[in-house]
Every structure is written in structure tokens, then in C-alpha cells.
């Protein structure tokens, strides 16, 4: 989507001037790890209009491979508007009902492109948007598992895009398909009722998910598999600009752990790195770091400023 994010706080209403970025959590994702230096291929649908062409050249100038993006010409690119108060999280609205996005088919899908992957990234918000995105996450998780692509899934309830009673099942069936998974604490209750970290990851490696990375945001992270179980804690930070694309910076910091072997610690010492970096710079994705700003930033590299 193309994000508007307001040049003042309060209501939408009293606001005057906004500032065009991107939004999406999957391109968020890919741009940050491409950022840390991983080869990161993206697809999707967009109309064919200037915010489609804005997002893909946005998302290709920052190294994303967009070689398989469709583009939809009887319909729109989506947009949101954040809405921003001080001492709360960022509000947002959607307008994108029957967006170019919306329209993915499963047929759509390049079948050797997913193949060679390591990994195959979805997030719980592309099936909210319509049943043949539903039936194309479903696909494309099936040609991954045939192909020995791990699947990586952020659940990102969206509540706005869809009920509670719709996504509950659809997020819990895509689960047990999952082989990493990274839910919040707020996920966690809402999909299985547990609050506790170590409940949480354990019921869903009951389900089948060889890894759980539970974010707990101030707190940092909890990260298990069947024979590692850790806490690791976050990084203070003194004045944080913008929430919003932090768990999905999270999520690419522990993916690129793991395409680097490193174990769970660093894994969760690098998701934790970028998702407070994120934090630091208002937008979704222009906080996320390069592989030698994460270094610097979590303390495993010296810098010099001047």
C-alpha cells in the first residue's frame, strides 16, 4: 500500500499536510532483509496506477527483486492513512477494499520462483483481504512444503480488514502449516487464550512449528524450539518515533539469524535490534538498519562518528 502518515498529532480531521511513503508488511519484511544483506525476492499484485508504480520502484531501489509482481489494470493500489496521538499507539485507516492486491489468484503464482527459496515469508494479513488471497497463501505454502522451502509465518491480526471469528481458524489452520512463527502476546491469547510466553510457543510447537519467536516488545523475546527455550532481552530506547512496522523488523532480524546459522540468542539479539531500530524513525520501514548499523547498534561493532 502507499501509507499517508500526518505531519502533526490528533484527529485526521484537523490535519493538513502528509507524508507519502509505503506500507505493507511482507515489503517491510524483504526490505529489511535486504538491508542486512540477504537476497529477498517480493510479490504481489498492483494497479496499474502512480502509487503502484511509486511502490515498486521504491521496493526495487532498496534491492528487493520485483521480477514477479503483477500488475492490475481494472483495479487500485491500496492506501492507509496513520492517525497519530501523543502517549498512544498509531491509529490507521484502510481503503483497501477490492484493491489490485486483493485480486491474487493462486494460478498467479510462480511455481520455480518459490521453489528455490530458503524461505518462504507470509504474514496473517494477505488472507484477510479476499478468498482467493486465502486460497493463494494456502497454495503457496503447499508448493513450498513440496519443495523443502521453510515457512515462515507472522500471524498480524488485522481486525479492521476482517472479524475475529473469521480469522481465528484461517490464522490457527496456517500455523500448523508453519515452520517458524512469531506471534505477540496479544496473538497468543487471542488465537489460543494463553498470555504466559513459555504456553504460548509450546502450544504452538504442539501444533507443528519447529520455531516460535514470541515478541514481547519492552521486554524483548522469548525463543524455543524443542530443546532451546530463552528469554533475551530488549534494547532501551529513549525516545521511540513510531510503532508501527516494529514486529515486522523483528521478524526479519530472526530470519536473518537464521540464514546466517547463528543460534537462538543472536537470533533474538538481531530480531530485537531491528525492531527497535525501527522504532526510532517515524514510518514502517525507514528505521530498518543495515547489517553494520544492527552491529554497531546491539553493541558487536564499533563505529566512528566523526
Known sequence: MVLFGP??????RYVQNFNKSIAGAESNVA??????????????????????????????GEGVDV????????????????????????????????????????AELDVEYIKTAKILHITGITPALSENCRKTIYKAIEIAKENNVL??????????????EEAVPVLLEIAKLADIIFPGIDEGQMLL?????????????????????VKLGKEGCFVADKVNKIY???????????????????????????????DFKECGEYANGVGAMAVLVKG????YPTFEQLMAFIGKKKTIDR
Open 7 to 12: 505531519d502533526s498529532s490528533g484527529p485526521l
Open 31 to 60: 526490505i529489511a532483509l535486504a538491508r542486512l544483506g540477504h537476497q529477498v525476492g517480493w510479490f504481489s499484485k498492483l494497479g496499474d496506477d502512480e502509487f503502484g508504480r511509486y511502490i515498486k520502484t521504491t521496493i526495487r
Open 67 to 106: 521480477s514477479r509482481v503483477l500488475v492490475e489494470c481494472e483495479k487500485s493500489t491500496g492506501i492507509l492513512f496513520k492517525e497519530r496521538f501523543m502517549h498512544s499507539n498509531t491509529n490507521v485507516y484502510y481503503y483497501r477494499k477490492d484493491s489490485a492486491a486483493s485480486t491474487l489468484k493462486p
Open 151 to 164: 515457512v515462515s509465518f507472522d500471524p498480524n491480526i488485522r481486525l479492521k480488514l476482517w472479524s475475529k
Open 193 to 213: 487464550g494463553l498470555t504466559k510466553p513459555e504456553d504460548i510457543a509450546q502450544r504452538f510447537m504442539d501444533m507443528g512449528c519447529s520455531v516460535v519467536a
Open 232 to 262: 533475551i532481552d530488549a534494547y532501551p530506547l529513549e525516545n521511540p518515533q513510531d510503532t508501527v512496522g516494529a514486529g515486522d523488523g523483528f521478524a526479519a532480524g530472526f530470519l536473518s539469524g537464521m540464514l546466517r546459522k547463528l
Open 284 to 287: 514502517d520501514m525507514e528505521g
